[in-house]
């Protein structure tokens, strides 16, 4: 599978903060605050984001055992403070090709975030039955679901927005991604299980004063047309060049589409 930078991911983590749906999150507090003490599974943690937005609501004491592929970025989530009663444990493991050794027989909660969009419906099936096993409840929080709102408005916006949307459907290292349909099809399976699902939107609402993290978004998007080879290198250029300067200039803004979901097995909640 493919993966990210901790610089990418401590400048995205305050966004992603603000971003998460507070009703989904109260969903999962409210499901395990009957549990003296719990384990969760997080998936593709990175540097422990999902852990530091999850353990300071949850009451029970936890145990966290925290997979990726990549071990600096587990050896940055190993080293991070932890809250009282949370203990953590971290398992370099290529989920793209081994989920089932991530999990282990006591697990309460799954948890993961901007995963479900990166990875195959085959995949998607394989935690959703892996965690129906255990009785697991799911959360995934922050999953693309294709909107895009920039502003000031550009005539390639929508043509480069198409192109991304086409490029999150390939193959991220766990088949032909899901991409922007992530999570209604998460959301049908999990019901096809009979698990109980809450959803919401979690958007990111990026104002010009993120200048770098627009400045990297705008980049990551033209870099993603680029490898598509749907557009011309030089029209692509040009929309880059125009949409930096707007953000240099302090008159960008843009919204980007997220979905939050919690699934639990209606028989427990």
């Known amino acids: 599978m493919s993966g990210f930078t901790a610089d990418w991911l401590a400048l995205r983590e305050p966004h992603d903060l603000r971003a998460r749906n507070s009703l989904v999150l109260q969903g999962v507090v ?49 080293a991070m403070p932890l809250p009282r009663e949370v203990t953590v444990t971290t398992f370099p493991i290529d989920l793209s090709g081994n989920l089932e050794a991530a999990f282990n027989d006591a697990i ?4 993961t975030s901007a995963l479900l969009d990166l990875v195959s419906e085959a995949w998607l099936d394989e935690l959703a039955r892996e965690a129906a096993r255990r009785a697991a409840s799911v959360y995934a929080a922050l999953s693309y679901d294709g909107l895009v709102e920039i502003s000031p408005v550009h005539s390639m916006d929508a043509t480069v927005v198409a192109a991304v949307n086409l490029h999150q459907r ?26 109980s699902v809450v959803k919401g939107r979690s958007d990111w609402t990026i104002g010009p004063q993120d200048r770098q993290f627009q400045t990297e978004i705008l980049s990551g998007w033209a870099s993603a047309v680029c490898e598509l080879g749907t557009l011309s290198s030089v029209d692509i250029d040009e929309w880059l060049r125009w949409r930096a300067d707007a953000v240099a200039a302090g008159h960008s803004s843009i919204r ?4 939050d979901i919690f699934a639990g097995p209606t028989a427990i909640r």
Request: charged share 20%; glycine share 8%; aromatic share 4%.
């Open 30 to 78: 409210a499901a395990l605050a009957h549990k003296g003490s719990i384990d969760v599974l997080d998936l593709a943690c990175g540097t422990g984001s999902t852990l530091r937005a999850v353990a300071p609501q949850v009451k029970s004491k936890q145990r966290w055992r925290l997979i990726d592929h990549d071990v600096a970025l587990l050896a940055h989530a190993a």
């Open 108 to 111: 309460d909660l799954v948890t």
């Open 170 to 195: 390939r193959d991220k290292g766990f088949g032909p991604a899901l991409g922007p349909d992530a999570a209604n099809v998460a959301i049908a399976r999990f019901e096809s299980l009979s698990y």
């Open 256 to 259: 980007v589409g997220h979905v």
